[in-house]
Nanobody
Framework: VQLVESGGGLVQPGGSLRLSCATS????????MRWFREAPGKERELVAA????????NYANSVKGRFTISRDNAKNTVSLQMNNLNPEDTAVYYC????????WGRGTQVTVSS
C-alpha cells in the first residue's frame, strides 16, 4: 500500500496550492479519503474528507470556502485545492484512506509566508 502526497511548497499569503495524493495497493473506490494537517506544536487535525460513494464532502470550519477536496476513482488519486492561503495554514499535510483498513501517506509540507 502506498499513499504519496505531492504539491506542497512555499506560497505567499493569498496564494494557492493544489495537493495530490497518488495511491496504490488497495481498492481506492471503497475508501473514504481524508486530508489532515499537523502544524508545529499542534495536534493533527482533519481538514477535509470525501466519501467513497457519492463523493460527499466535509470540511473543517477553518478551511470552508477556501479548500476543495476531490477524487478520481479511475486514477486512484485524491486532491486538495487550497485557495486564499494564510500563515495559519502552514503545516504538514497528510492524506489518509479510511475503510476496511486505514492507511496514511508521509505528508507534504505547506508553508505560507511572505
Amino acid at each position: 500500500v502506498q499513499l504519496v502526497e505531492s504539491g506542497g511548497g512555499l506560497v505567499q499569503p493569498g496564494g494557492s496550492l493544489r495537493l495530490s495524493c497518488a495511491t496504490s495497493g488497495f481498492t481506492f473506490r471503497y475508501y473514504e479519503m481524508r486530508w489532515f494537517r499537523e502544524a508545529p506544536g499542534k495536534e493533527r487535525e482533519l481538514v477535509a474528507a470525501i466519501s467513497s460513494v457519492g463523493g460527499s464532502t466535509n470540511y473543517a470550519n477553518s478551511v470552508k470556502g477556501r479548500f476543495t477536496i476531490s477524487r478520481d476513482n479511475a486514477k486512484n488519486t485524491v486532491s486538495l485545492q487550497m485557495n486564499n492561503l494564510n500563515p495559519e495554514d502552514t503545516a504538514v499535510y497528510y492524506c489518509s484512506a479510511v475503510g476496511p483498513n486505514s492507511y496514511w501517506g508521509r505528508g507534504t509540507q505547506v508553508t505560507v509566508s511572505s
